[in-house]
């Protein structure tokens, strides 16, 4: 039996080892609100009025460090952005903050900028393609692919 195809991705805890320094990065750089705060241990985040997208707490982490490279977790969290416009909008913050990017993609079916939040939590921030520009193989079947993105043009959509 499959999953209803309206399931969603509702909302991702992230374990912090600064509060602060976490909503500084999920807040300021990325953009989402602040909806409820629970002391200094935990804060919930959202677009659009949304109860939490993201929630932050030091529960079991504070003063912690980042899971080590080769060891399992979360590879990455994803926000995806309504459209081209929004995502360069963000690519300008995330400049403006002085974040490095570890990559930046073209998949054909969304364009996707690649980092990592305070704690080293690995982080996708993307707009989908409308469907009907999906890649597609001889049969009809999805071929998506990767590409370097051409990030001067998508910060030029801000301009």
């Known amino acids: 039996m499959e999953a209803h195809a309206q399931t969603r991705i509702g909302h991702v805890h992230l374990k912090v080892a600064d509060l602060e320094r976490a909503l500084g990065f999920w807040r300021d750089v990325i953009g989402l609100s602040v909806t409820q705060?629970?002391?200094?241990?935990?804060?919930?985040?959202s677009a659009g009025g949304y109860h939490h997208h993201i929630a932050l707490n030091t529960w079991e982490s504070l003063g912690g460090s980042p899971p080590a490279r080769g060891t399992t977790g979360l590879f990455h969290v994803a926000l995806l952005f309504p459209s081209?416009?929004?995502?360069?909008?963000?690519?300008?913050?995330l400049l403006a903050a002085g974040v490095t990017l570890d990559g930046a993609s073209d998949h054909g079916v969304s364009e996707a900028l690649y980092l990592?939040?305070?704690?080293?939590?690995?982080v996708e921030l993307y707009r989908d393609r409308d469907a009907a520009?999906?890649?597609?193989?001889?049969?009809?079947?999805?071929?998506?692919i990767t590409r370097r993105l051409d990030v001067a043009a998508l910060l030029a959509e801000a301009a």
């Open 133 to 144: 520009e999906w890649p597609r193989d001889a049969a009809g079947g999805l071929a998506m």
């Open 84 to 93: 081209r416009l929004e995502l360069a909008r963000v690519l300008q913050r």
């Open 116 to 122: 990592r939040d305070p704690d080293g939590n690995g």
């Open 37 to 45: 705060r629970m002391g200094d241990q935990a804060v919930f985040l």
